[in-house]
C-alpha cells in the first residue's frame, strides 16, 4: 500500500526533489494533494505528471488561470492560505511535506498535525517562531515531525537506538558558505550573484542567502532545540567546510555519533518519507577516498554576527524569534532586489530584535502580528 503524500510548496528545491524521490518510488509514493505559490507552468507541468486530486496556488487570480490550463483534468483547485490549509489537512493524505518557505507554514503545519499528518518538516520558521506552540501540540495529538532539513535529519539518525541516554550536546555543522574565512571589510562590497554561490549545495535563493550570512544555521539552531528538546548552550556549530557530517550528537560519555554522506538533499527527505526504513537514492554514493579530508572550525561570531543574534533571540525568547526570523526574511528580499548591501541584513535584523515591542508568550496570532510590526518597522527605517 502507497503512501500518500500532500506536498506544500512543490515547485520549489525541497518540493522538487520530493517529487523526484516519488518518481524513484512509483509503488511506495502517490501525491495526493500539493501547492506552490506562484510559478504556475512548473506547478502544471506537476500536476500533469503526477496528478494529484487537490492542488492550491498563491491567490484567485493564478487559480483561474489555473482552471484554465486544467480544464481537461478532473482536479479541485483552490488558493491562498484557506488552500494551503485546505491541502495540509487533505483527508486522502498521510503525511504532509512542508516545504514552502517562510512563516506562511506555520498555520498549514498546525492544522495538520491537528488533522492527525505525519509531518515532513522543511519549514524550519515553523518551530523558530512557535515551536512552543507546535512541538506540545505534536505531542498531544501523537503525531510524529520527521525532520527533512540535512543537519537535523542527521542528528534525528544518529539518536536512533539511543534515546534513552543522556545528550552532552549537538554539533550542528555548516559549511561556511561561500564567504567562510572573509573579513567584514572583505563583505563590505560584496555581489548578489557571488552570494547566490553556495559551494555545496543546490538550494532556492533564499536559503542560500541565509547561508552565506550563516543566519541560516542560526535558525537551525532554535530548530534543534525545539526537535530535540536540549537548551540553547547544548547545541555546537561547527564549521566543516566539505559537507560530509551532517551533524553528530554527542553522549554524556564522550562517544560522538554522526551520520555522513554527499550533500544531495534527496537522502534526508527519502529518510523522512520511508522512516523507520532505509531506501535506495539512486545517487552518487559517498567516496571517502575521493573526499580525502574532513576538516572542522569555530565559526566566526563577529563576521557572521547574524549567528550570534540567532543565540540571543532564542535566549530572550518570546516572540524575538519571530523578529528574528521576520526581520531577516524582509532584509534578504531587500537584498535579493538589490536594494541593500550584504551587511546590512544582519544590521536590519539586530535593529529589528531591539525595536519590536516584546510579548513574552505569545499566541499564533500574536506570532503572525509580530511578523507585521516587524515587516512595518523595516519598511519604516529602510
Same mark, same amino acid.
Given at each position: 500500500?502507497?503512501?500518500?503524500?500532500?506536498?506544500?510548496?512543490?515547485?520549489?528545491?525541497?518540493?522538487?526533489?520530493?517529487?523526484?524521490? !516519488? +518518481?524513484?518510488? %512509483?509503488? #511506495?509514493?502517490?501525491?495526493? /494533494?500539493?501547492?506552490?505559490?506562484? $510559478?504556475?507552468?512548473?506547478?502544471? @507541468?506537476?500536476?500533469?505528471?503526477?496528478?494529484?486530486?487537490?492542488?492550491?496556488?498563491?491567490?484567485?487570480?493564478?487559480?483561474?488561470?489555473?482552471?484554465?490550463?486544467?480544464?481537461?483534468?478532473?482536479?479541485?483547485?483552490?488558493?491562498?492560505?484557506?488552500?494551503?490549509?485546505?491541502?495540509?489537512?487533505?483527508?486522502?493524505?498521510?503525511?504532509?511535506?512542508?516545504?514552502?518557505?517562510?512563516?506562511?507554514?506555520?498555520?498549514?503545519?498546525?492544522?495538520?498535525?491537528?488533522?492527525?499528518?505525519?509531518?515532513?518538516?522543511?519549514?524550519?520558521?515553523?518551530?523558530?517562531?512557535?515551536?512552543?506552540?507546535?512541538?506540545?501540540?505534536?505531542?498531544?495529538?501523537? !503525531? +510524529?515531525?520527521? %525532520?527533512? #532539513?540535512?543537519?537535523?535529519? /542527521?542528528?534525528?539518525?544518529?539518536? $536512533?537506538?539511543?534515546?534513552?541516554? @543522556?545528550?552532552?550536546?549537538?554539533?550542528?555543522?555548516?559549511?561556511?558558505?561561500?564567504?567562510?574565512?572573509?573579513?567584514?571589510?572583505?563583505?563590505?562590497?560584496?555581489?548578489?550573484?557571488?552570494?547566490?554561490?553556495?559551494?555545496?549545495?543546490?538550494?532556492?535563493?533564499?536559503?542560500?542567502?541565509?547561508?552565506?550570512?550563516?543566519?541560516?544555521?542560526?535558525?537551525?539552531?532554535?530548530?534543534?532545540?525545539?526537535?530535540?528538546?536540549?537548551?540553547?548552550?547544548?547545541?555546537?556549530?561547527?564549521?566543516?567546510?566539505?559537507?560530509?557530517?551532517?551533524?553528530?550528537?554527542?553522549?554524556?560519555?564522550?562517544?560522538?555519533?554522526?551520520?555522513?554522506?554527499?550533500?544531495?538533499?534527496?537522502? %534526508?527527505?527519502?529518510?523522512?518519507?520511508?522512516?523507520?526504513?532505509?531506501?535506495?537514492?539512486?545517487?552518487?554514493?559517498?567516496?571517502?577516498?575521493?573526499?580525502?579530508?574532513?576538516?572542522?572550525?569555530?565559526?566566526?561570531?563577529?563576521?557572521?554576527?547574524?549567528?550570534?543574534?540567532?543565540?540571543?533571540?532564542?535566549?530572550?525568547?518570546?516572540?524575538?524569534?519571530?523578529?528574528?526570523?521576520?526581520?531577516?526574511?524582509?532584509?534578504?528580499?531587500?537584498?535579493?532586489?538589490?536594494?541593500?548591501?550584504?551587511?546590512?541584513?544582519?544590521?536590519?535584523?539586530?535593529?529589528?530584535?531591539?525595536?519590536?515591542?516584546?510579548?513574552?508568550?505569545?499566541?499564533?496570532?500574536?506570532?503572525?502580528?509580530?511578523?507585521?510590526?516587524?515587516?512595518?518597522?523595516?519598511?519604516?527605517?529602510?
Amino acid at each position: 500500500m502507497s503512501q500518500k503524500l500532500a506536498i506544500l510548496g512543490s515547485t520549489g528545491s525541497i518540493g522538487t526533489q520530493t517529487l523526484d524521490i !516519488v +518518481s524513484q518510488n %512509483p509503488d #511506495d509514493l502517490q501525491v495526493v /494533494a500539493m501547492s506552490c505559490g506562484k $510559478n504556475i507552468d512548473l506547478f502544471e @507541468k506537476q500536476i500533469r505528471k503526477y496528478h494529484p486530486s487537490l492542488v492550491s496556488i498563491g491567490n484567485e487570480e493564478l487559480a483561474k488561470d489555473l482552471k484554465t490550463r486544467l480544464a481537461d483534468m478532473d482536479i479541485r483547485i483552490v488558493f491562498g492560505m484557506d488552500g494551503l490549509i485546505e491541502v495540509a489537512t487533505y483527508s486522502d493524505a498521510d503525511t504532509v511535506v512542508t516545504a514552502v518557505v517562510g512563516m506562511i507554514g506555520v498555520k498549514p503545519t498546525i492544522a495538520a498535525i491537528n488533522a492527525g499528518k505525519t509531518i515532513a518538516l522543511a519549514n524550519k520558521e515553523t518551530l523558530v517562531t512557535a515551536g512552543h506552540i507546535i512541538m506540545p501540540l505534536a505531542k498531544e495529538k501523537g !503525531v +510524529s515531525i520527521l %525532520p527533512v #532539513d540535512s543537519e537535523h535529519s /542527521a542528528i534525528f539518525q544518529s539518536l $536512533n537506538g539511543e534515546r534513552h541516554n @543522556k545528550i552532552s550536546k549537538i554539533l550542528l555543522t555548516a559549511s561556511g558558505g561561500p564567504f567562510r574565512g572573509r573579513t567584514l571589510e572583505e563583505l563590505e562590497n560584496v555581489r548578489l550573484e557571488d552570494a547566490l554561490k553556495h559551494p555545496n549545495w543546490s538550494m532556492g535563493a533564499k536559503i542560500t542567502i541565509d547561508s552565506a550570512t550563516m543566519i541560516n544555521k542560526g535558525l537551525e539552531v532554535m530548530e534543534a532545540k525545539w526537535l530535540f528538546g536540549v537548551s540553547l548552550n547544548q547545541v555546537e556549530v561547527v564549521v566543516h567546510p566539505q559537507s560530509i557530517l551532517h551533524s553528530a550528537v554527542e553522549f554524556m560519555d564522550g562517544a560522538v555519533i554522526g551520520q555522513m554522506g554527499t550533500p544531495d538533499m534527496r537522502l %534526508p527527505i527519502l529518510y523522512a518519507l520511508f522512516y523507520p526504513n532505509r531506501k535506495t537514492l539512486y545517487a552518487e554514493p559517498l567516496d571517502l577516498f575521493k573526499v580525502g579530508t574532513l576538516t572542522f572550525e569555530k565559526p566566526d561570531m563577529e563576521t557572521f554576527y547574524g549567528l550570534s543574534l540567532a543565540y540571543d533571540a532564542m535566549d530572550a525568547g518570546g516572540n524575538v524569534p519571530t523578529v528574528f526570523n521576520a526581520a531577516n526574511e524582509r532584509a534578504v528580499a531587500k537584498f535579493l532586489n538589490n536594494k541593500i548591501k550584504f551587511l546590512e541584513i544582519p544590521e536590519i535584523v539586530s535593529d529589528a530584535m531591539m525595536n519590536v515591542d516584546f510579548i513574552e508568550n505569545p499566541t499564533i496570532d500574536q506570532v503572525l502580528e509580530t511578523e507585521q510590526m516587524t515587516y512595518d518597522y523595516i519598511e519604516s527605517r529602510w
